[in-house]
């Protein structure tokens, strides 16, 4: 916002675009990004998010999902552990800031992602874009690259990253499935996740179903 403000100052017209990590969307930054939405900063703000952000020391890890293993919540020898709160939902929380338009992304979907990105680009010009696009982190994630889209794919079909935009306070669902598979088949096989029990993993469905049934809700409106 500052570097697109000092070259309006100058007379000049530039299109601003912000890529930055979770951790610095969700925790560090999200004041900023808040204060840029209020003001109805014209950029478009870019979300990489790949569940990998693990501070240290006593900050948290609010970017990754509830039970996942980080560096400041490890998992025990005997299992035990993980973080305990759940995943703070960015998407939703910039949707609520009633920005002229928010959207969820995954590269297993290529051509809805650059139809997303073209919304972006003409709602910038009316106010803040943002675009939240989640991809492996293959180290904590634990997974080899040749499997990060296949990844990317179960993330969708099990609704764990629901694809869906928000253009101008309406809600509108990208990708339904009419028998959505289980989160079982996205977190399985995981390093982060390799320790979760069967009640941890229907926790987690849970979860993802309470979430899923908000956005169809919203949607439906």
Not at 22 to 27: E, K, V
Not at 207 to 215: A, F, G
């Amino acid at each position: 916002s500052g570097i697109k403000m000092h070259y309006e100052r100058e007379g000049r017209k530039v299109n601003a675009v912000a890529f930055a990590g979770d951790g610095a969307s969700t925790d560090a930054g999200m004041q900023c990004l808040s204060g840029a939405a209020e003001r109805g900063d014209k950029l478009i703000y870019i979300c990489y998010d790949n569940e990998g952000y693990m501070n240290t020391g006593y900050q948290r890890s609010s970017a990754t999902a509830k039970y996942s293993w980080t560096s400041t919540t490890p998992v025990s020898r005997d299992g035990k552990g993980g973080k305990k709160q759940n995943k703070k939902d960015f998407p939703m929380i910039m949707a609520m800031h009633d920005i002229p338009y928010m959207a969820t992304c995954s590269p297993a979907y290529i051509p809805d992602m650059i139809s997303k990105v073209e919304k972006a680009m003409e709602a910038s010009e009316r106010g803040l874009a943002y675009l939240h696009v989640y991809n492996p982190c293959l180290t904590g994630w634990g997974i080899p690259s040749e499997n990060s889209i296949e990844a990317c794919r179960l993330s969708v079909a099990t609704n764990f990253f629901p694809l869906y935009e928000v253009i101008d306070g309406k809600f509108v669902i990208s990708k339904e499935f009419k028998n959505p598979l289980p989160v079982r088949d996205f977190v399985k096989g995981m390093k982060k996740f390799k320790h979760l029990s069967d009640g941890e993993i229907e926790e987690l469905q849970q979860l993802v179903d309470t979430k899923w049934n908000r956005i169809k809700k919203l949607a439906a409106l």
